[in-house]
């Protein structure tokens, strides 16, 4: 099965938009490699083809018209549009027409050969438009100043201005939109709009459509509303018939008078729409105004009602993940505003929250400059702490988006003092142990149907003071992990004291997390985290969904359920993410994804896209720590399908070990996983010395208590491997297993006992190899080939492909080091069959050279 797709652009459109972000895309599926384009140019008509064309229209032998095919094709260029409508000219002036007495169609070779023709077919349909019926191109212009497409119940609001009626003509005629300057734009009408428009249907100059929806979704700029439209059980449309139509259309208006006259329809909208036509043709209305905004006069108040109106569109837009029409209609309210709006009572409200709604819509769209100006202006103007709050908000967000976590965790901690949530100087492990314990005792006394069942939090402050501590929550994880444990805990307290909120959703899955690290309990946490998502589901937060997913499904449900199953909730999160704006979460949920897809043994070819597709993103959305924490990732994908010098050292396309690491010395999240997939792959290609090195460098991970169990459980796991195998060669020389080598053997086999009783679907065949590779080392031969087998089974039924080649191969080194080599060739053959199966083709490689 597949999918078949069939677009079409034009390539000479300059005016950017669509067609030029679909070249981009387009540009992007060559490069990814994993889908087969077909590119197919289409030139203008040969005289050939317009022959054919005109000779079916006239339903005349080519022969016969081969003449007028020459003489259109030579004045259009074999534009096909343009051939079509002066065919249509000629008709209308006269010059084709169709004969009864001979019932056929004639022509006037002559005049045709020496009419004039517009050089583009713009010109050629301003002409046109101009033999029409004065109120047939006066409702052009109004339909082509709405875009490409309007509603009919649109337009019937500006013909309560004109005072028409639904059909022909009236006693009374009126103007319609006259600029006040005396030109041909000052039409007297006696019909209205749409039967005008109708006119320019029969001439095929527009389309008359009806859809069932009362609604255009949502569409700005085509006539569409904003909101939930008028109820209506079908729609009525007219739209022009191709994109250069109009374009002349929108020539009938001169260009100097086009301000005034946006400006007049927007104005006869406003005014004419009731509140609930205003709320459907929302972004319309402002979209018209705007465009003359320059126009309006100072002091008589409609500058300020516009204002108000783009506040309105910005929220209406953002709420639709629409960001930068909001940009664009918040900074429009912004600039209808005077310093003085600050000063006066009635728009004081309104200057803070246009400068409020544009600094979170700039940081969405990572406009940090932009961003930090409507912040120092609410700032510099604020009175009150409370008025400070929202902004305070967005820079703590936009600190740590660009990396300045210890910036943004300050901010936030000298905020929460004034909100009454003041922190301690200094943490020990005993004051966290103790918070912990009264948090146990505390939430022991309530059932998961009473947590869910808490009142709704009313206190304003501590509102306040919940999104703050929601925000920098990940900020202490990343910079302050000793801190962490006591900001998940004051938000469930609050929490439990004050009602929940849409940010306790949120509380519950960081509690769960540092009970699974702090306390070992995972049971306990998986309660806490499904209790997250039920919340999550109560508030319907779709603002904190990815960041909720991203700790459930990244750092708790993993110690419990497969592994897999995280990974469609983190791509979920990713589209809900980027929905709401949260591209900061959506991006983590991303590195999540791919952490947990590589280690999962998800395909590496497929995989390897996914990470170009996401890494893209990060760099778009401006999150550059993202984007470094999945080099590692990356780079290793990369070494294993064996597109890299080296598949032991991470450096290639996508990194340098050496150049990252001194770069990165002293990061708590990059260092480790650079480490990590060292100690991977070295083991994985028999390199154990370098394998040790990492696994050695890479200690720390093991004191990190609240960690990914994906990171904790193959640090031990690959570990415990590499000392094994280390000792066996130490043994093979006949020397003893340093201490420490078996002390690290032990502490892993004995972790991962206990996280194969939690999770037996991800650690029960890495605990059998590991039993596996120490019965092999202590000499207890048929255990050791029975529980080889036992982890290759394991692995494959619980679709870890990767674990399932590992165990085959450490199966036929055990049996090739036994003596017995046709045994061990079917388990190397099996082994080479599954790293092919995975992508790893260098793996595939290495075992095919080495053991077959």
């Not at 103007?175 to 029969?202: H, M, P, W, Y």
């Not at 301000?259 to 205003?278: A, F, K, P, Q, V």
């Not at 909001?326 to 400068?355: F, K, P, Q």
Request: a negative charge; charged letters at 25%.
């Amino acid at each position: 099965a597949g999918l078949l797709f069939v677009g079409c652009y034009r390539d000479d459109d300059d005016g950017g938009g669509a067609p030029l972000a679909l070249a981009s895309r387009l540009d992007d599926i060559r490069r990814s490699g994993t889908v087969r384009v077909t590119t197919v140019a289409l030139d203008d008509l040969d005289e050939t083809s317009v022959n054919s064309l005109v000779s079916g229209a006239l339903g005349t032998l080519p022969r016969m018209t081969r003449p007028l095919a020459e003489a259109v094709h030579r004045k259009t260029g074999g534009n096909a549009l343009f051939v079509v409508q002066l065919l249509s000219s000629l008709r209308d002036e006269g010059l084709l027409r169709f004969s009864l007495a001979s019932r056929a169609w004639e022509w006037d070779m002559g005049a045709i050969r020496d009419r004039d023709v517009a050089e583009n077919v713009v010109g050629l349909m301003t002409a046109k438009f101009l033999r029409l019926a004065p109120e047939v191109h006066d409702a052009l212009r109004v339909a082509a100043c709405l875009g490409s497409r309007c509603r009919a119940d649109l337009l019937q609001i500006l013909d309560r201005r004109s005072g028409s009626g639904s059909g022909t003509t009236t006693t009374t005629t009126t103007t319609l939109f006259g600029t006040g300057t005396g030109t041909g734009t000052r039409t007297k009408i006696g019909i209205s709009i749409t039967t005008a428009l109708d006119v320019a249907v029969r001439e095929g100059i527009m389309a008359r459509t009806v859809s069932s929806s009362g609604s255009d979704g949502g569409r700005s700029g085509a006539g569409g509303g904003g909101g939930a439209g008028t109820g209506a059980a079908t729609t009525t449309w007219y739209r022009f018939s191709h994109d250069q139509i109009q374009t002349a259309a929108y020539l009938l208006v001169p260009e100097g008078e086009r301000e005034s006259y946006h400006l007049s329809i927007g104005r006869s909208l406003w005014r004419n729409s009731t509140e609930d036509e205003i709320d459907a043709f929302l972004f319309v209305i402002v979209d018209q105004l705007q465009r003359g905004c320059r126009l309006i006069k100072d002091g008589t108040g409609e500058k300020v009602d516009l204002a108000w109106l783009c506040l309105r569109a910005g929220e209406r837009a953002s709420s639709m993940s629409a960001f930068l029409p909001a940009s664009v209609y918040l900074r429009t309210g912004i600039a209808l505003l005077s310093d003085e709006g600050w000063e006066e009572d009635g728009t004081r409200d309104l200057c803070l929250n246009l400068h409020d709604s544009c600094a979170e819509t700039e940081y969405i769209l990572g406009h940090f400059e932009r961003m930090k100006d409507h912040l120092e202006q609410v700032l510099r103007k604020a009175r009150t702490l409370r008025e400070k709050l929202r902004a305070y908000y967005t820079m703590v967000q936009s600190l740590g988006a660009r990396g300045r976590a210890s910036d943004a965790i300050d901010t936030a901690i000298t905020v929460l003092g004034h909100l009454g949530e003041s922190f301690p100087s200094v943490i020990t492990p005993s004051t966290v142990l103790l918070e912990l314990t009264s948090m146990q005792a505390a939430l022991s006394k309530e059932s998961e149907d009473a947590l869910l069942q808490l009142d709704t939090m009313q206190d304003e402050e501590k509102l306040a003071a919940m999104r703050f501590l929601y925000v920098i929550s990940p900020y202490f994880f990343s910079e302050k992990k000793e801190y962490f444990p006591h900001v998940a805990c004051r938000m469930v307290r609050l929490s439990l004291s004050y009602g929940v909120c849409r940010q306790s959703a949120f509380a519950f899955a960081c509690y769960g997390m540092v009970t699974c690290g702090l306390l070992c309990d995972r049971a306990g946490g998986y309660r806490y985290g499904k209790l997250a998502l039920s919340l999550l589901d109560r508030f319907r937060a779709k603002e904190s969904f990815a960041r909720t997913h991203s700790v459930v499904y990244g750092f708790i449900f993993n110690w419990i359920e497969p592994l897999q199953s995280s990974l469609p909730c983190h791509k979920e999160a990713i589209q809900v993410g980027l929905s709401v704006g949260d591209t900061e979460y959506s991006m983590i949920n991303a590195q999540l994804y791919l952490g947990t897809a590589l280690s999962s043994g998800q395909a590496l070819g497929p995989l390897m896209d996914e990470m170009r597709v996401y890494s893209k993103q990060m760099v778009e959305y401006k999150h550059h720590y993202m984007y470094t924490m999945i080099k590692p990732l990356s780079q290793a994908a990369l070494n294993l399908l064996g597109r890299s010098a080296d598949p032991v050292k991470l450096s290639g396309e996508e990194m340098d070990e050496e150049d990252l690491l001194r770069t990165l010395e002293d990061d708590g999240n990059v260092t480790p996983l650079i480490h990590f997939y060292r100690l991977w792959l070295a083991y994985l290609f028999g390199n154990y010395s370098v394998a040790a090195d990492a696994a050695q460098r890479n200690s720390g991970v093991e004191g990190q208590r609240i960690s990914r169990f994906a990171v904790v459980c193959n640090h031990a796991f690959y570990g415990g491997l590499t000392y094994i195998a280390l000792a066996r060669r130490k043994e093979r020389d006949g020397a003893m297993t340093p201490k420490p080598w078996k002390d690290a053997i032990e502490g892993s086999i004995v972790k991962m006992a206990v996280w194969a009783e939690s999770a037996p679907w991800n650690c029960r065949h890495k605990l059998d190899l590991l039993n596996a590779e120490r019965a092999y080392l202590t000499g207890d031969l048929d255990g050791a080939s029975e529980l080889y087998d036992r982890a290759a089974a394991t692995a494959a039924r619980h679709r870890f492909v990767h674990e399932e080649a590992l165990a085959l191969e450490r199966a036929g080194i055990f049996f090739l080091e036994s003596g017995d080599r046709e045994k061990a060739a079917g388990y190397f053959v099996k082994a080479r069959d599954c790293y092919a199966k995975w992508g790893a083709q260098s793996k595939a490689l290495h075992v095919q050279e080495r053991y077959i």
